[in-house]
């Protein structure tokens, strides 16, 4: 069978012995990196096995090929999908991935070995993208997250499928990535939501003594209009078509035009709490702030410290739109609005991630179905 061996002597050091399918003679390869090495023994030792059980091998006889790396699919992708995508953050998003993965396979690793690959992770052996996984898992990364990025690795891969070979085919044959790599439902955490109804938190988050006037008010346009932060401040690095301007606001109306999720390339327009628009009329009336909100990530994000140490609660910026989902839940029993409160058409995702089922909600349920019990059995006692 096929055999691995090293010729120190030679500068492609790594060689492959094996029989030639029709002559019989002896044959080698060489190479310069141990892991094509290895693609290629696995190459010709299946032939051979094939040859030696009379099987068809015919197709497998050809000057092999040389095994395409990660490299070459990670710069296919960058260098001709990326551009397209005309987007500061994904191009930063995609760049991210491509880099957790060459943290931990080498950059000559062929795409066909990964699945078969063996490595330990703190102290565990692992195969395939189980390694990734783990080494992921080690550095503190979240099981979602990691899910989330095998995602966008498949779609990296799935481009070099199409593009990138010879004669206009794919680089690669197949996809690496299987549904099966990624945590199943039952091995995620549990999706951990900040409930703002315990602990008298929204009172604190408002009334806490040693909160100034900006904080409140910054509290009340925040929560109000339940958007992300990168949708109302007027400085955002990565996408600055995207800033809220005096221009977007409607005082009339109480309306704001603002860029709402992550892929809407036009305006949607949100009605805000009249509470919320007079705060804003007042910035720019009296204050005369440039920008609704004047600033970027960093300084908001240094008012919400300051917010937090006044408070004593830990909430994050993302927290304040829950805020506004959860009292939008809990005063019309509809997880459908509180999704459209906070700009999502999604209604089990708003409950999964921002406004799970409050107890009011289930007391209204209760309630109703109490209600239509006694009225069916008045109904039936008329009869």
């Known amino acids: 069978m096929a055999s691995k061996s090293i010729a120190k002597k030679r500068k492609a050091k790594?060689?492959?012995?094996?029989?030639?399918?029709?002559?019989?003679?002896?044959?080698?390869?060489?190479?310069?990196?141990?892991?094509?090495?290895?693609?290629?023994?696995?190459?010709?030792?299946?032939?051979?096995?094939?040859?030696?059980?009379?099987?068809?091998?015919?197709?497998?006889?050809?000057?092999?090929?040389?095994?395409?790396?990660?490299?070459?699919?990670?710069?296919?992708?960058?260098?001709?999908?990326?551009?397209?995508?005309?987007?500061?953050?994904?191009?930063?998003?995609?760049?991210?991935?491509?880099?957790?993965?060459?943290?931990?396979?080498?950059?000559?690793?062929?795409?066909?070995?990964?699945?078969?690959?063996?490595?330990w992770v703190n102290g565990a052996k692992y195969q395939g993208w189980n390694i990734y996984k783990a080494s992921r898992e080690y550095t503190g990364r979240t099981r979602r997250g990691i899910n989330k990025y095998l995602s966008e690795l498949k779609q990296v891969f799935d481009y070099a499928i199409e593009n990138g070979g010879k004669d206009g085919n794919g680089l690669i044959s197949s996809n690496p990535i299987r549904k099966s790599d990624k945590y199943t439902k039952a091995q995620l955490d549990p999706i951990k939501v900040y409930d703002w109804s315990i602990n008298d938190r929204i009172r604190r988050l408002f009334l806490s003594p040693g909160l100034s006037d900006f904080h409140k008010e910054l509290l009340n346009v925040y929560v109000m209009i339940g958007a992300r932060a990168r949708e109302i401040l007027g400085f955002n690095y990565f996408e600055p078509d995207r800033v809220l301007k005096w221009q977007h606001v409607d005082f009339k109306k109480n309306i704001i035009h603002l860029f709402v999720g992550k892929s809407n390339q036009t305006r949607k327009t949100a009605d805000v709490h009249p509470s919320a628009m007079a705060i804003l009329k007042k910035w720019r009336d009296e204050l005369k702030f440039e920008y609704p909100l004047p600033f970027g990530y960093d300084k908001l994000r240094a008012y919400m410290l300051e917010i937090k140490e006044i408070t004593g609660l830990d909430f994050t910026n993302h927290d304040l739109r829950r805020l506004k989902a959860q009292l939008s839940e809990k005063s019309t029993n509809n997880k459908t609005l509180a999704a459209w409160s906070i700009g999502d058409t999604s209604a089990d995702m708003a409950q999964t991630h921002y406004a799970p089922t409050s107890i009011e909600t289930m007391q209204a349920i209760n309630n109703a179905a109490f209600d239509q019990l006694t009225h069916e059995l008045k109904d039936n006692s008329a009869n």
């Open 14 to 119: 790594y060689r492959v012995s094996f029989k030639h399918p029709k002559s019989g003679r002896r044959m080698n390869r060489y190479f310069d990196t141990k892991s094509k090495q290895e693609h290629a023994f696995r190459h010709f030792d299946h032939l051979e096995f094939l040859v030696a059980t009379n099987q068809p091998w015919e197709h497998l006889w050809n000057e092999p090929e040389e095994a395409v790396t990660l490299e070459q699919v990670f710069d296919l992708f960058t260098n001709n999908a990326l551009p397209f995508y005309n987007n500061i953050r994904t191009e930063a998003k995609y760049k991210t991935v491509i880099k957790s993965v060459l943290k931990v396979f080498a950059e000559d690793t062929p795409v066909s070995m990964i699945r078969g690959m063996e490595n």
